[in-house]
């Protein structure tokens, strides 16, 4: 690899260094600096969190070559302050609790300190303007402002210094209190090591070779040439799994690599370890496949028909259908003086949290299997990967690494099999860091669904029957689709007392992208069909949507859809205490929009107009370093 | 054609069950009050972010008497922490801070017992909090660091404890879904106020108040920032985010092409939490971090209906859909036909 | 990912030059904000090149001269100067608009105005704005050891999706545009958020009215995002020069140049949002001199309905 000399400054100390020459900014600093504060959320300048001044200007590091940064001072997050000595700013992040997975925060701190620094007054507007290239998946960005804000009068004199420090409490116990979160100072001052920011002596690097096909026969795969490269030590496939080879929240239906064939573009075939990066990509360039393409299915309803088998063995496509049966629908809908049937549907969503998934591997000085992972359940991933390396449950260890943003994108045990198959062939420790692109194609996704919505209700409002049926593309693996299924059944229909009640949520294999575990988890794609039609029979019976609501709402002792009894249904205070929160303006939902007399309230935000320092005074005084 | 932005509202309500689906739930974990009248707690957490970490600390600070930065909660390991499952289902606070209070009653119990004896008072007259131990009814105060080494050197016991929380679920009939899928349901409720722009199609989303019953609020600013993050996710799903295939080829797969909200995008979240306690825990917490984004997306809908008066049913809501159906519309009031 | 194994950063242009006969497999960047995301999976994938030639240090490129009638700035001028720079926030009021709705502030910091043109991304919003300045493209090149310059005007620089009147041996140096100091602009873009937004379509509008204010005199108006190039509304703007400023007008102004749509998808919606587009930017321009309701435009829907429809 060509290298090239550089000299700059970082934190104020001098640095004099050889470096690979393609390298950024942010892998010189992360990489020969172990500076891993500033991070590779996607690498291509559309998240901020790799944010670091150079000569004073706030810049994406990631877009950075690093000669471009020869002869310029650089800082980065590790400057601003440290755990046990924050900066203002950094206090104010921890007291307003800014942080949550804290990936995205060091980022966001260097974007706070260049607004301050900019302009030591901004207003509120200014700061989100100012921090727009900055993406938060966690916090909402809210009390991200808030934090800015507090920095910006405790700095300005406008607040003392103690209002960084105190946080309310009641009188005789820490339920209830706001206290600071205790993983804030590691977080704020980018410190804490994630995946991706561990190293290990003599560790070696893995690329995956995954299918550019939706559906196919493997014939050949040939690694003869990716064997080759310089720096290989490893290549592994399915045949080296010594255990049985499957894995899956629910059902175990998943290869850690393609086993004869691919279900889905950017499964796994073949995973790379290698002494650099550069060469296990190298080696996985090189890597020469034959497919036979088979009939592929992109549509759940064409896939229902079984006319082409994703999982052979399971001889359908049909992963899950969790029925909910109460009453009598036909007599229900007899008793409505409304009927209204609509269809909705929801999109796939990608979890996006802003740490790309990452690993290390190892075995241990006592042949323990270890793996470092952000996993949000590595105590099933432990049972599986006993079952697939074939090693008793004890002599696998899983250690989670800090997460950084999950929302159930990190349940799937989808790169660790082949990790861990990689660090016990080599014997030397592996890491894997997807990038962003990786992530985004090759990992589950929110079911899509499409939900079909029958209602009737009385002309008073009260509910008489529901019949809803949802389909959702579970994609080419079970993951958590039948749990999906089972939860969107459940809750569907709302927090509503209904006698005659029909819910099928049916879960189907195509050969998509799989959907598995996503925040809400199934409940959010059938209460969606089911707060939208209320809305729509609300206006039909000229009823406030409120009143619709608690015309229905369960009472404590009344029967869930699942028949169980609820001993308590807070949602009668919740509605009320909603409707007093927002001053909501009763009436119909017949879009009254501007007639309303609730709009404009001081509790919004001011829309969006981009402008905010085109026009102050203090921004056309605005001093750039 | 228009020019005008149009501002409107809409709410729904939603609900949701606490931790895991139909199944039995359990956790556990191990608590020390150590010297200098710290704690440790071990226990298998996975901190995402949610703040379950600093959750566990007050609930440990509060059972033990110490005070929360005090607290030092070992990694999640199979190795080396008990088992507490996963992160997911909304179920850590409930499973796992339960589980945690019982290993810390154990802990104190414990320590209770020698102190009683060094008191000379009975263990039920015994209390902690911030750091110190008294008896009711007496003179008797101490640092728990005093008490914790009085413990553990004059009496040989070391005040460690265990504990395991269940929950007590039931599988769904196969036939017609009976069951009881959950000890503890949680219900919210949100208003959306938008602003639409009939000019470009584009949807600001202004408000969101939010009321969720959350049980008890362990940490009020951290129930807040659940409902804020969660609430942001949903407009994403709701205006921008679209994860695309083509012949099952992704067509966004960079954030380029796969849009998240910014800093410019998200609305002012108001907050207002309700405490309906579970009667069957501990605690009384339940939780919220998928709760929090349940009725935000049809919340948005039905505010663009209210605005405007189009009704989109299938998400993302995005500007081209918005002017499309603003179109279908106004044809249809012309007595036109639609293409 | 980018691989290269030489990264050149000439001084001067006798050294760029230089450079350009002596190395093979070479790509010249700027910025660098466009081509390292280019060079990922799902677009170009890895991509190796022997050597990259950085002309941000060019020292002849430093160039930012306000005159008059015309400024010219260097190619490698940064889409955060046009925000802060307090000349253009005065005098060219188009820049700093195109310039908030770029991107974000960091990104700003390196991507230059040059490399933006260069890139002739059919959704650049940096060209529309450009065009309603009459920019002339300033270009340097190197033949028999001599260094020449010509100008072109940017209409004719850009000759589609990512093609330009430039020569291998060839650097943009500056960019040279009119002064219009006085004259009324805006910027309207339509994406699907409100920062890091790709455009779906953007129209940039710079006019003058006449010394009554009633009048429009000067009219320029560019649109991208609809066709394989950007382009100026000249029938459009035509139209409206020497008219009286009044709804009506504005009106018509934005019916006659809807054929410009030949985008690749969502043709339906980019018509609509053109023409709201060119009154809105067109009433902004004007800057309150003429009072002009915005409902007149609401209500002749049904007329303009037709029209895209028929």
Excluded at chain 1, 52 to 72: E, I
Excluded at chain 1, 404 to 411: A, D, I, M, Q, W
Excluded at chain 1, 493 to 501: F, S, V
Excluded at chain 2, 138 to 144: C, R
């Amino acid at each position: 690899m060509h290298k090239l000399k550089i000299d700059l400054e970082v934190n104020g100390r001098k640095i004099s260094k050889e470096v690979n020459s393609h390298y950024r900014l942010l892998d010189f600093l992360r990489e020969d600096l172990d500076l891993t504060g500033s991070k590779e959320g996607c690498g291509a300048g559309e998240c901020g969190s790799c944010s670091v001044f150079v000569d004073g200007k706030l810049v994406k590091s990631c877009l950075m070559p690093v000669a471009k940064a020869s002869g310029k001072k650089i800082e980065t997050v590790e400057h601003q302050g440290t755990p046990d000595n924050l900066s203002t700013l950094q206090k104010a992040f921890h007291l307003t609790g800014a942080s949550q997975c804290g990936f995205c925060i060091p980022g966001m701190v260097m974007a706070a300190t260049s607004t301050l620094r900019n302009n030591p007054e901004a207003g509120i507007e200014e700061i989100k303007e100012e921090m727009g290239g900055n993406i938060c998946r966690c916090t909402g960005y809210q009390k991200i402002f808030d934090a800015v804000e507090l920095a910006r009068d405790v700095i300005s004199g406008k607040l003392d210094p103690k209002a960084l420090e105190e946080y309310s409490k009641p009188a005789n116990s820490y339920l209830g209190a706001n206290v600071k979160r205790i993983d804030a100072p590691s977080k704020v001052t980018g410190r804490l090591k994630y995946a991706a920011d561990m190293k290990m002596p003599n560790m070696l690097h893995m690329q995956v070779f995954r299918s550019s096909r939706p559906h196919a026969k493997i014939i050949k795969l040939d690694l003869s040439k990716a064997k080759l490269v310089n720096g290989v030590e490893a290549i592994v496939t399915c045949d080296d799994i010594p255990g049985i080879d499957n894995f899956g929240v629910f059902i175990e239906d998943q290869p850690v690599l393609a086993k004869g064939k691919v279900r889905y573009v950017g499964e796994a075939i073949a995973a790379v370890a290698a002494d650099t990066l550069e060469a296990a990509q190298e080696a996985v360039s090189k890597i020469e496949i034959e497919y036979e393409d088979l009939p592929a299915l992109f549509d759940s309803e064409e896939a229902l028909k079984d006319k082409i088998l994703i999982h052979e063995n399971y001889k359908t496509n049909l992963v899950k259908h969790i029925p909910i049966r109460k009453g009598n629908i036909e007599e229900g809908f007899a008793k409505a003086n409304l009927i209204v049937e609509e269809n909705f549907s929801t999109q796939a969503v990608e979890h996006a949290y802003l740490e790309p998934m990452a690993g290390l591997s190892y075995v241990d000085s006592d042949g323990t299997l270890v793996v470092i992972s952000p996993s949000q359940n590595i105590t099933h991933h432990r049972h599986m990967m006993s079952k697939i390396m074939n090693l008793p449950i004890h002599k696998v260890r899983f250690i989670m690494s800090p997460v950084g943003g999950g929302f159930g994108g990190k349940e799937d045990m989808i790169y660790q099999g082949m990790l861990a198959l990689c660090a016990v062939k080599t014997r030397l420790p592996v890491r894997y860091v997807m990038t962003r692109e990786e992530d985004i194609t090759s990992t589950a996704k929110r079911h899509p669904s499409r939900t079909n919505y029958k209602i009737g209700l009385t002309k008073d409002g009260k509910i008489t029957a529901v019949r809803i049926k949802m389909i959702a593309d579970g994609g080419a693996y079970g993951c958590s689709t039948e749990g999906v299924m089972r939860k969107a059944a459940i809750l569907g229909a709302g927090p509503y007392n209904i006698e005659n009640l029909q819910m099928d949520t049916i879960g189907v294999y195509t050969n998509n992208t799989p959907s598995g575990a996503f925040r809400s988890f199934g409940a959010l794609q059938t209460e969606f069909a089911t707060e939208s039609i209320l809305d729509i029979c609300a206006e039909k019976l000229n009823m406030d949507p409120f009143e619709l609501r608690r015309k229905n709402i369960f009472v404590a002792g009344d029967l869930t859809h699942t028949k169980q009894k609820l001993n308590s249904a807070s949602i009668g205070t919740v509605l009320n205490e909603l409707e007093a929160l927002c001053n909501w303006d009763k009436g119909t939902s017949n879009s009254r929009g501007d007639k309303r007399k609730d709009l404009n309230s001081k509790d919004n935000r001011a829309s969006c107009f981009l402008g905010a320092r085109l026009n102050t005074k203090s921004t056309v005084a605005r001093n750039v370093k | 054609m228009s020019l005008t932005k149009k501002r409107g509202r809409g709410m729904a309500a939603a609900w949701y069950g606490i931790a895991r689906t139909a199944a039995m739930d359990q956790a556990g974990a191990w608590a020390e009050i150590d010297d200098g009248g710290t704690a440790k707690v071990l226990t298998g957490v996975t901190e995402i972010g949610e703040g379950i970490l600093t959750v566990l600390a007050q609930v440990a600070a509060d059972e033990l008497g110490v005070k929360p930065e005090q607290v030092i909660i070992g990694d999640n390991d199979t190795s080396r922490s008990p088992e507490a499952a996963h992160a997911g289902a909304t179920r850590q606070t409930y499973m796992i801070g339960n589980a945690v209070a019982m290993a810390c009653r154990d802990a104190r119990d414990r320590l209770f017992k020698e102190i009683a004896k060094e008191w000379n008072v009975e263990k039920e007259t015994l209390q902690a909090h911030d750091g110190d131990i008294w008896a009711n009814g007496t003179n008797y105060k101490m640092s728990m660091s005093d008490a914790v080494k009085i413990c553990k050197k004059k009496y040989g016991v070391i005040p460690v404890g265990s504990g395991n929380y269940t929950s007590h679920h039931t599988g769904l009939d196969p036939v017609d879904g009976s069951g009881r899928p959950w000890q503890a349901y949680v219900f919210g409720g949100q208003v959306a106020e938008v602003e639409v722009d009939t000019a470009t199609g584009e949807v600001q989303l202004l408000g969101i108040w939010a009321c969720h019953d959350v049980g008890k609020a362990i940490n009020p600013k951290g129930v807040e920032g659940q409902i804020e993050g969660g609430v942001v996710q949903a407009v994403g799903q709701a205006l921008m985010e679209d994860y695309q295939q083509v012949e099952g080829h992704t067509t966004t797969g960079s954030f380029a092409k796969y849009i998240l909200p910014t800093s410019l995008d998200v609305p002012r979240v108001i907050t207002k939490i309700v405490e309906d306690p579970d009667p069957l825990s501990p605690l009384g917490a339940k939780g919220i971090g998928e709760p929090a984004m349940v009725p935000t997306a049809p919340a948005i809908m039905n505010a663009i209906y209210d605005a405007v008066g189009i009704r989109i049913q299938s998400l993302p809501a995005t500007p081209e859909k918005i002017l499309r159906a603003l179109d279908e519309k106004r044809r249809k009031s012309n007595g036109q036909a639609i293409n | 990912m980018l691989r290269y194994d030489n990264y050149f950063i000439p001084k001067n242009l006798d050294e760029y030059f230089n450079l350009l006969t002596e190395v093979k497999d070479y790509r010249i960047v700027a910025g660098c904000t466009d081509v390292l995301p280019w060079a990922r999976e799902g677009r170009a994938g890895h991509v190796f090149i022997k050597n990259i030639i950085d002309i941000t240090s060019i020292k002849e490129l430093n160039i930012f001269e306000i005159h008059k009638d015309k400024i010219k700035i260097s190619a490698t001028t940064t889409f955060q100067k046009l925000f802060t720079d307090p000349q253009i926030r005065k005098d060219i009021k188009i820049l700093p608009q195109v310039s908030v709705w770029f991107a974000d502030d960091q990104i700003r910091e390196q991507a230059t105005i040059g490399g933006n043109l260069v890139n002739a991304s059919p959704a650049g919003d940096g060209a529309p704005a450009f065009l309603t300045l009459n920019t002339e493209v300033i270009i340097k090149g190197r033949k028999d050891n001599n260094i020449y310059e010509r100008k072109v005007n940017l209409e004719n620089f850009i000759l589609g999706r990512n093609k330009v009147d430039l020569h291998d041996n060839e650097i943009v140096t500056a960019l040279e545009m009119d002064n219009v100091s006085g004259y009324g602009a805006s910027f309207e873009k339509v994406g699907h958020r409100r920062s890091l937004v790709i455009s779906t379509i953007c129209v940039s509008c710079v006019l003058k009215t006449d010394v009554t204010g009633k009048y429009f005199e000067d009219v320029r108006i560019a649109v991208a995002g609809v066709r394989e190039v950007p382009c100026r509304l000249t029938k459009t703007e035509k139209f409206l020069e020497g008219k009286e400023i009044n709804e009506d007008h504005i009106l018509q102004a934005s019916q006659l140049e809807l054929d410009v749509i030949n985008s690749r998808s969502r043709q339906e919606y980019r018509k609509e949002v053109l023409q709201n587009f060119i009154i809105r930017s067109i009433i902004k321009s004007i800057d309150g001199k003429v009072s002009l309701k915005e409902k007149y435009f609401d209500n002749h829907k049904v007329s303009i309905t037709e029209e895209i429809h028929a």
